[in-house]
Nanobody, 119 residues
């Protein structure tokens, strides 16, 4: 069983930065695709960023390219989302997710962490 736990959310002014962390428990962390998603009030959950394997080329939503960076620390079983130049429209609950190599969908989800960006 894989469990994910996000942390690092909070309130920040526009233009500021936050780093989200996702602690992963369970085996085979390094072979999982790890991603970040977000859900703003009244909107569907949407893709933010993903890394298919440690050191692999990451993918980003167009809205966050150049501002957000996904990374992972295999020794700590942790995935990060560094968020810079934050905008009010980045306000959302951010979720960490994991997908096994043979899975078509993300199977494992964290509980989410709130990010609020004030103007």
């Amino acid at each position: 069983q894989v469990q994910l736990a996000e942390s690092g959310g909070g309130l920040v002014q526009a233009g500021g930065s936050l780093r989200l962390s996702c602690a992963v428990s369970g085996r085979n962390f390094n072979i999982y695709t790890m991603g970040w998603f977000r859900q703003a009030p009244g909107k569907e959950r949407g893709f933010v960023a993903a890394e298919r394997r440690p050191g692999g080329s990451p993918n980003y939503a167009d809205s966050v390219k150049g501002r957000f960076t996904i990374s992972r620390d295999s020794a700590r079983n942790t995935v990060y989302l560094q968020m810079n130049s934050l905008k009010p429209e980045d306000t959302a609950v951010y979720y960490c997710a994991g997908r096994c190599p043979s899975c078509s969908d993300y199977t494992y989800w964290g509980q989410g962490t709130q990010v609020t960006v004030s103007s």
